[in-house]
């Protein structure tokens, strides 16, 4: 028997009609994915629910972390969906690698654990989270510091790589990839990998779009997967300035959704596909998943309204990081190597 949620229903849309990307190797990775981290606001249930929704409504392609703490629970969603008739081969299932799992072994007690969580056999593509082993206890406030923190030494970031590198080679994980890295960073990564990343995750919203590293990601045949496409309204505390601004609210973009008659959100995706990058969108509503993907596929920008929004863009970056620097650092902006070079 069919169960209610994977039914074909006529409000779904055929993955088949979804942009695709093509990675690397050859393999095709769907153009957008359901994120899948709460924000602290949103219950593992929610969510794994929300997951069910998004693969009933089309989408093959969820963005999970263990540190979401959701894991064993969209687990269940993913393994309901198999027995529902999808295949694991239509799926692209993504997990990251958090960072106090950077040690000698840890790289491959985790993807095993996320492994078993999920219950899957392999995973389409493994991230390191973050390009630090430094992390902060779940749902801390922006002042929150780990006392061990260190900045980034690619000697034990290789470390951590070649780990990564040994998961490819065992059949564990299709691809491996990167994420809150800067240009200096894969550069030095590109020049001692092995096996070179797929993807890069990288925070992309229409204020926040990192022109360089972006362009950086297509010129190496490095997929950008953006990250808050939508500005991440509902981003945890410890995220937000005063400074930050509203991507929803833009009257560039509220003039464009005007014209198209759609919402902000659907404009910001769009935008995200038309670009390049790969949105990742973080919804529990049935109707903001539906009309996330359906958006992908309707009526486009014009090149004129591309070079709008190009035109917006304010370096708002909305995850700063607070909460992983060491104690000799200058502040956040020492994490995303302003400078050009990597801050120590
Ligand atoms: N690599 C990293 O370090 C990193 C960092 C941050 C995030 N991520 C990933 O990126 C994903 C997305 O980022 P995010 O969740 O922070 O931000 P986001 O996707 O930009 O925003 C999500 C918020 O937008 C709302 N929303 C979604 N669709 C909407 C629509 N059509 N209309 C109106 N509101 C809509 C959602 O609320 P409703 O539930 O009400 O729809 C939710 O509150 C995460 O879930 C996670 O998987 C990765």
Redesign the pocket.
Known sequence: MQHQLFKITDEGISPHLVPHRTLYTGAKMPGIGL???G?DHYGADDIANAVKEAISLGYRHI?CASVYGNEHLIGVSLHEAMEHGIKREELFITS?LWNDMHGDGDVLVSCARTLKDLRLEYLDLYLV?WPFPNHHPPMSGVDSRDPNAVPYIHENYMKVWRQMERLVQAGLVRHIGT??MTVPKLRLLLGDAAIRPAVN?MEL?PHFQQPELFRYCLDHDIVPVG?????????PERDRTPEDTADMEDPVILGIAERLNI?P??VCIKWAVQRGQVP??????RN?IL??ILCTVTEPLTDEEMRAIEKIDRNCRL?KGQVFLWRTAKDWTDLWDINGFIEG
């Open positions: 994120g899948t981290f924000s963005d990251k989270h994420s809150n995750q919203h990250y808050c496409p939508l500005g991440s309204p509902r981003r919402h959100a659907a990742i969108p973080f919804s529990t509503s903001h009309s996330n995850i």
